[in-house]
């Protein structure tokens, strides 16, 4: 009997059915241990040694695991494709090790990116030690994180009551909430004029802005009040008007990249309305498998990921669905091949897929988040695959006899709608500047001006974040990892710290004031840059060109030199300065 490691009992069942009578397939349910949540679960002057605490749920289920080792000639370890998967195995490799469970059987790691018969059999062909290079980097990030809260936190708690925590990652999300939310009441807003009018030229009308007036060039701000827009108005109706310039240029749409975790969340935030929690909760269940046909089936490949490449098998049935659902003309000459932007990424696993597109969203009839969800993965992996769109950009320039006035018109129109036909990536902000269908026009052509009116309009601050903006902020400053955005922005509600209106983050005055004193006493553990370049060093253990231990050594002397100046400030000083740091709407008093 070969006994297997999973973390999900839904997995463990479906992979059972699999492999056979020949193997027996067991559930961790997730992590079975962890850092106490006291002070001396992680000692660095012991060679940062660490005491692990067995979860009261797990301890039967590790005792049944371990039971069933006895009986067993080989323990293959099955937990997820990723670091957390990784430390999950190697957790209960110890606790076995403990027990002497083992004896002297072989262990073996294998890893499969999707729950389907063909994923888990390859998988078990190709097995492979612990890789114990990724254990360390869950170690040094684990202990780094336990550091920086457990020694901060007690500070918080004495200066500034009603903060319940700090976090190495969650800290800097706030950072950022914050930051835009200075920025909002800082900025200040700007009147500015334009001037458009409704033009024909032996044509349909059109609109066309004015971009020239009293022979020069206007930028944004030069129609600053009434006055100026009426007056350039009524020259607009005054002059006289010719079609000076036409261009119409041929452009192409690229089709955007299969989907990451990051880019998961950030559409089924625009598209659906589902925060990053929502998310993930559906995509495991799409990922674990659905019954279909009295067969558990595992829809979509692992949903943790920052890669965006994708298997040959994957490309090439792609390619086949589209050529028979919209025809030879969609399918673009060769495969399109897609590498990651990301800051930091560090993921060897594919992008999220359907398993197969063959189950194609409408013929699935899945309900509820779990149809929406798969829906939206399956049109973004097909159109990933699909042949670009073909738009021509149009531009009008209509000058005024004297050469003193001038008006433009621009348009854009799809000439074949290519992987438009299946979907279009959401926008946090989208631009409506790009226009639509210009009429049929002649160079030299006379051009009448029907009307024309004056528009005030006033700058407006940066929006606040979505939860979609966020995630692309954190993912693009490098902090975070796909495993944590969703974590991240679940502790900043739950502990009150942010608050969301209009699906949009609010930050709380008690998350104004822990920003602000981390910025005061900490300034460095909230930088975006210092927080960016330590995932930068755990990818670095990673990879194994950095010792973990090393790492820690370095931040930890550093960090417990700064984390007693603070603690010996005065309540008054503390607040003093924070009021300064903050400025209104939080006055002193407010702050205290």
């Given at each position: 009997?070969?006994?297997?490691?999973?973390?999900?009992?839904?997995?463990?069942?479906?992979?059972?059915?699999?492999?056979?009578?020949?193997?027996?397939?067991?559930?961790?349910?997730?992590?079975?241990?962890?850092l106490?949540?006291?002070?001396?679960?992680?000692?660095?002057?012991?060679?940062?040694?660490?005491?692990?605490?067995?979860?009261?749920?797990?301890?039967?289920?590790?005792?049944?695991?371990?039971?069933?080792?006895?009986?067993?000639?080989?323990?293959?370890?099955?937990?997820?494709?990723?670091?957390?998967?990784?430390?999950?195995?190697?957790?209960?490799?110890?606790?076995?090790?403990?027990?002497?469970?083992?004896?002297?059987?072989?262990?073996?790691?294998?890893?499969?990116?999707?729950?389907?018969?063909?994923?888990?059999?390859?998988?078990?062909?190709?097995?492979?030690?612990?890789?114990?290079?990724?254990?360390?980097?869950?170690?040094?990030?684990?202990?780094?994180?336990?550091?920086?809260?457990?020694?901060?936190?007690?500070?918080?708690?004495?200066?500034?009551?009603?903060?319940?925590?700090?976090?190495?990652?969650?800290?800097?999300?706030l950072?950022?909430?914050?930051?835009?939310?200075?920025?909002?009441?800082?900025?200040?807003?700007?009147?500015?004029?334009?001037?458009?009018?409704?033009?024909?030229?032996?044509?349909?009308?059109?609109?066309?802005?004015?971009?020239?007036?009293?022979?020069?060039?206007?930028?944004?701000?030069?129609?600053?009040?009434?006055?100026?827009?009426?007056?350039?108005?009524?020259?607009?109706?005054?002059?006289?008007?010719?079609?000076?310039?036409?261009?119409?240029?041929?452009?192409?749409?690229?089709?955007?990249?299969?989907?990451?975790?990051?880019?998961?969340?950030?559409?089924?935030?625009?598209?659906?309305?589902?925060?990053?929690?929502?998310?993930?909760?559906?995509?495991?269940?799409?990922?674990?498998?659905?019954?279909?046909?009295?067969?558990?089936?595992?829809?979509?490949?692992?949903?943790?990921?920052?890669?965006?490449?994708?298997?040959?098998?994957?490309?090439?049935?792609?390619?086949?669905?589209?050529?028979g659902?919209?025809?030879?003309?969609?399918?673009?000459e060769?495969?399109?091949?897609y590498?990651?932007?990301?800051?930091?990424?560090?993921?060897?696993?594919?992008?999220?897929?359907?398993?197969?597109?063959?189950?194609?969203?409408?013929?699935?009839?899945?309900?509820?988040?779990?149809?929406?969800?798969?829906?939206?993965?399956?049109?973004?992996?097909?159109?990933?695959?699909?042949?670009?769109?073909?738009?021509?950009r149009?531009?009008?320039?209509?000058?005024?006899?004297?050469?003193k006035?001038?008006?433009?018109?621009?348009?854009?129109?799809?000439?074949?709608?290519?992987?438009?036909?299946?979907?279009?990536?959401?926008?946090?902000?989208?631009?409506?500047?790009?226009?639509?269908?210009l009429?049929?026009?002649?160079?030299?052509?006379?051009?009448?001006?029907?009307?024309?009116?004056?528009?005030?309009?006033?700058?407006?601050?940066?929006?606040?974040?979505?939860?979609?903006?966020?995630?692309?902020?954190?993912?693009?400053?490098?902090?975070?990892?796909?495993?944590?955005?969703?974590?991240?922005?679940?502790?900043?509600?739950?502990?009150?710290?942010?608050?969301?209106e209009?699906?949009?983050?609010?930050p709380?005055?008690?998350?104004?004031?822990?920003?602000?004193?981390?910025?005061?006493?900490?300034?460095?553990?909230?930088?975006?840059?210092?927080?960016?370049?330590?995932?930068?060093?755990?990818?670095l253990?990673?990879?194994?060109?950095?010792?973990?231990?090393?790492?820690?050594?370095?931040?930890?002397?550093?960090?417990?030199?700064?984390?007693?100046?603070?603690?010996?400030?005065?309540?008054?000083d503390?607040?003093?300065?924070?009021?300064?740091t903050?400025?209104?709407?939080?006055?002193?008093?407010?702050?205290?």
């Amino acid at each position: 009997m070969k006994l297997v490691i999973v973390e999900s009992p839904a997995k463990a069942k479906t992979i059972n059915k699999y492999l056979g009578s020949d193997f027996k397939v067991l559930a961790s349910y997730g992590h079975v241990r962890d850092l106490p949540a006291k002070d001396g679960s992680v000692r660095p002057d012991d060679d940062f040694d660490m005491s692990w605490e067995i979860d009261g749920k797990a301890a039967k289920r590790l005792s049944e695991i371990a039971e069933a080792a006895k009986g067993a000639d080989r323990l293959i370890l099955a937990t997820d494709p990723d670091r957390e998967g990784e430390a999950i195995s190697w957790h209960v490799l110890e606790i076995l090790n403990k027990k002497r469970g083992l004896k002297d059987i072989p262990v073996e790691r294998v890893v499969f990116n999707a729950i389907t018969k063909s994923s888990i059999l390859e998988a078990m062909t190709h097995p492979r030690q612990l890789d114990m290079e990724l254990v360390n980097a869950y170690l040094a990030r684990r202990a780094l994180d336990y550091l920086v809260g457990f020694t901060l936190s007690p500070v918080l708690w004495r200066k500034l009551p009603g903060a319940r925590s700090a976090g190495r990652v969650q800290s800097v999300a706030l950072r950022c909430v914050v930051d835009r939310e200075l920025e909002i009441e800082r900025f200040k807003t700007q009147e500015y004029w334009t001037v458009e009018a409704e033009v024909s030229a032996g044509s349909d009308p059109f609109t066309a802005r004015l971009v020239k007036h009293d022979g020069k060039r206007l930028t944004k701000f030069d129609l600053g009040n009434e006055a100026s827009a009426l007056a350039a108005r009524d020259a607009v109706k005054a002059a006289t008007f010719s079609i000076t310039a036409l261009e119409r240029k041929p452009g192409r749409r690229s089709p955007p990249p299969p989907f990451t975790t990051s880019t998961l969340q950030q559409e089924a935030s625009r598209k659906l309305g589902f925060d990053a929690k929502r998310t993930m909760q559906a995509a495991q269940r799409l990922y674990e498998g659905i019954d279909i046909g009295g067969e558990t089936v595992g829809l979509i490949t692992y949903m943790r990921t920052d890669g965006v490449q994708t298997a040959p098998g994957a490309l090439d049935e792609a390619r086949d669905v589209i050529g028979g659902l919209y025809g030879k003309d969609y399918v673009p000459e060769k495969p399109r091949f897609y590498s990651t932007k990301a800051k930091n990424a560090q993921e060897a696993h594919e992008a999220i897929r359907p398993t197969s597109l063959a189950r194609n969203p409408g013929k699935m009839r899945l309900e509820g988040d779990l149809g929406r969800l798969y829906e939206l993965v399956w049109k973004r992996m097909i159109a990933s695959q699909m042949e670009s769109a073909r738009i021509e950009r149009t531009t009008i320039d209509i000058d005024s006899a004297d050469g003193k006035t001038g008006l433009r018109a621009t348009g854009q129109v799809v000439t074949f709608d290519g992987y438009l036909a299946v979907y279009e990536e959401g926008r946090d902000d989208p631009d409506d500047e790009e226009g639509g269908r210009l009429p049929q026009v002649t160079q030299g052509a006379a051009a009448q001006v029907r009307s024309a009116k004056a528009d005030q309009h006033f700058t407006e601050p940066p929006p606040r974040y979505s939860e979609a903006s966020l995630v692309k902020k954190l993912e693009e400053l490098g902090i975070g990892r796909p495993s944590t955005y969703a974590s991240i922005l679940t502790v900043l509600r739950d502990r009150a710290y942010v608050r969301m209106e209009k699906q949009r983050f609010v930050p709380e005055d008690k998350g104004r004031l822990l920003t602000a004193f981390l910025e005061e006493y900490f300034a460095r553990y909230v930088e975006y840059d210092f927080t960016a370049a330590l995932e930068e060093r755990l990818d670095l253990v990673s990879a194994g060109e950095l010792d973990w231990k090393v790492l820690l050594r370095e931040f930890w002397l550093e960090f417990n030199a700064k984390i007693g100046e603070p603690a010996e400030l005065r309540m008054s000083d503390v607040l003093t300065a924070l009021a300064a740091t903050l400025g209104p709407p939080l006055s002193p008093e407010k702050a205290g």
